[in-house]
């Protein structure tokens, strides 16, 4: 079968730094994607991570170790608008389905 | 910016009808998908499409059917609505990938429930 984990929620201050791991068991992996979804609304893409090593987008960077099955999402300087439930997700083969994790839940504090 | 609607965005409606979500993107995306998710859960693939007249069934059991006549249009339809499909339908599609990500772009969903 295959199988996603990741923390179901954390919790954070405006402006710290947080990180979202996701350790990953399948049956193939060509890709690790990071989806964020706001109140149950439409996920977007945020990054996306083929090969071992730090991908940064802006306030966001992803993490891949293939040999660990291992990855994460970094997010720096948090806002308030962060707030919302994150999705690591492994594509199987090029162009393939992708499979995601339960998501993670990041509440932003004052 | 992704082009991916979905209607209706709520539906109430009673056992036994049947109903159909529709799906359109005007990207001309290859690949398109639906997904099942219910309240703070992880999304669940139901029924993907590689293109027309291609339809395949995903990770998750469902007693709901796809069809993909044109590119851009990916209706799913359930025959006889029941309270367990109460829950939130996402569609997705794709392009084929350039050795890239394959990333997906989501339409807003649609949220079912079933009286």
């Known amino acids: 079968g295959q199988s996603l984990e990741q923390p179901s929620e954390v919790t954070a201050v405006e402006g710290a730094i947080v990180q979202i791991n996701c350790t990953y068991q399948?049956?193939?992996?060509?890709?690790l994607s990071w989806y964020q979804q706001h109140d149950g609304g439409a996920p977007t893409f945020l990054s996306y991570?083929?090969?071992?090593g730090l991908e940064e987008t802006g306030r966001f960077s992803s993490f891949l170790s293939r040999s660990d099955s291992y990855g994460y999402l970094l997010l720096q300087e948090l806002q308030m608008k962060d707030s919302a439930s994150y999705f690591c997700?492994?594509?199987?083969?090029?162009?393939?389905?992708?499979?995601f994790g339960q998501g993670t839940e990041l509440s932003v504090k004052p | 910016e992704a082009d991916i609607y979905q209607t209706p965005r709520y539906l109430v409606i009673g056992t036994g009808k049947k109903i159909t979500l529709e799906c359109s993107q005007t990207?001309?995306?290859?690949?398109m998908y639906w997904y099942q998710q219910d309240p703070g859960m992880e999304l669940h693939l139901i029924h993907y499409?590689?293109?027309?007249?291609?339809?395949e069934k995903g990770d998750l059991s469902s007693e709901s059917t796809v069809s993909r006549i044109r590119t851009e249009h990916f209706p799913l339809t359930l025959e006889s609505a029941r309270p367990s499909h109460t829950s939130q339908y996402l569609c997705?599609?794709?392009?084929?990938?350039?050795?890239?990500?394959?990333?997906?772009?989501f339409g807003p969903g649609t949220r079912l429930t079933v009286l």
């Open positions: 997705a599609s794709s392009a084929a990938p350039a050795g890239g990500s394959d990333t997906q772009y």
């Open positions: 399948t049956s193939g992996f060509y890709g």
């Open positions: 991570n083929a090969l071992d």
């Open positions: 997700a492994v594509s199987l083969n090029q162009g393939g389905k992708l499979i």
């Open positions: 990207m001309g995306h290859d690949k």
């Open positions: 499409s590689y293109g027309v007249n291609s339809t």
